[in-house]
Nanobody, 124 residues
Framework: VQLQASGGGLVQAGGSLRLSCAAS????????MAWFRRAAGMEREFVAA????????YYADSVKGRFTISRDNAMNTVHLQMNSLKPEDTAVYYC??????????????????WGQGTQVTVSS
């Protein structure tokens, strides 16, 4: 089972990036999926989640209104569209998956599958 994150890069403040997380090894359509990030010297933090029961989405307050999480079950992929990027969004972004649906969408301890991370750098 693997999660492969891609789409990171360098962008100016106000710009956009779209991250993708491709899953392989099993079908993830019945998994909760999430994005977390870790800035340099900081703890990893929750960014966004897609709960497969009810297709509900959740966002950290810091990204609400700017980021959108979506999934393409046919492609076994989850995306994170990031608009109006700010320098404080600079971090390594990780995708995660859990085969059990839970309202603890923010809790990284519950996610059993993790991607390798993709670097997002936002210049001012």
């Amino acid at each position: 089972v693997q999660l492969q994150a891609s789409g990171g890069g360098l962008v100016q403040a106000g710009g956009s990036l779209r991250l993708s997380c491709a899953a392989s090894g099993r079908t993830f359509s019945n998994h909760d999926m999430a994005w977390f990030r870790r800035a340099a010297g900081m703890e990893r933090e929750f960014v966004a989640a897609f709960r497969y029961i009810g297709s509900r989405t959740y966002y950290a307050d810091s990204v609400k209104g700017r980021f959108t999480i979506s999934r393409d079950n046919a492609m076994n992929t989850v995306h994170l569209q990031m608009n109006s990027l700010k320098p404080e969004d600079t971090a390594v972004y990780y995708c995660a998956a859990d085969k059990y649906s839970s309202d603890r969408y923010y809790d990284q301890e519950r996610y059993e599958y993790w991607g390798q991370g993709t670097q997002v750098t936002v210049s001012s």
